[in-house]
């Protein structure tokens, strides 16, 4: 079990009933934390193939200028407590543009204790949006996936940055909708890890800094 509680459930709202009228199921993965209330993690699909969506968001105390490089290039400050690390999840260390130059077509990587992401970007706008998608790995996990792409969107609030992320996993092979469930949990983990060493970096770089309030918590849509 993560965190003090972990449900899962079929939604029955609008967006379920438009996706069970088009062939398609949606389950949401409702999990609740000291750190994060709200998570949601869709799993849809239709006949044998799953996708899986991960959104999470977070308010960071700089304006979205500075939060821009640490997309493709920074480190993670330090190891994470999560424990889903210390059975297999892969845990990211850093990210960079291996040719040093960023742009639609380039090489952006993601390194991890137990390997390499390689992903080609797709969109590039500069302290707006950045998208790419994988392209190889060497990571355990290929096996069960397809496809992955990725998405920042960072929104200007009032001096600091709304960043969100979306992770959209095409899964592949044997029970893929029970894989989908067990990966989501990792990839919140790596959301979280990811965006608590940025909201850490850029409370350095914060006239906020310390201020009770300066940074939001996390929220995941």
């Known amino acids: 079990m993560i965190g003090p509680m972990l449900e899962v459930r079929c939604a029955c709202d609008a967006t379920g009933r438009r996706l069970a009228a088009t062939g398609s199921m949606l389950l949401v993965l409702s999990v609740r934390s000291k750190d994060c209330e709200g998570i ?10 799953r996708v899986l969506v991960v959104t999470t968001s977070v ?5 979205p200028v500075e939060v821009w490089p640490l997309l493709t290039n920074s480190r993670m400050d330090r190891a994470p407590r999560c424990p889903v690390f210390a059975v297999g999840t892969p845990r990211p260390v850093a990210c960079a543009l291996p040719d040093g130059v960023g742009g639609v077509g380039a090489q952006r990587e993601c390194r991890a204790t137990q390997g390499v992401v390689r992903q080609r970007i797709t969109r590039w706008e500069p ?16 096996r069960w996936v397809a496809g992955i792409d990725e998405r920042f969107q960072l929104a200007p609030a009032d001096g600091r940055t709304r960043l969100t992320r979306t992770t959209t996993v095409a899964m592949q092979g044997a029970f893929p909708a029970l894989t989908a469930v067990a990966m989501s949990v ?29 940074l939001a918590n996390f929220r995941t849509a």
Not at 40 to 49: D, F, S
Not at 59 to 63: I, R
Not at 201 to 213: F, T, V
């Open 127 to 142: 302290a707006e949006v950045l998208e790419f998608r994988m392209e190889q790995t060497d990571l355990a996990f290929a």
């Open 186 to 214: 990792g990839l919140k983990a790596v959301h979280r890890h990811v965006f608590g060493s940025w909201r850490r970096q850029c409370q350095n770089l914060s006239p906020m800094a310390g201020q009770p309030g300066s």
């Open 59 to 63: 308010t960071l105390g700089v304006d």
């Open 40 to 49: 949601m993690i869709a799993i849809k699909g239709a006949g044998g193939g």
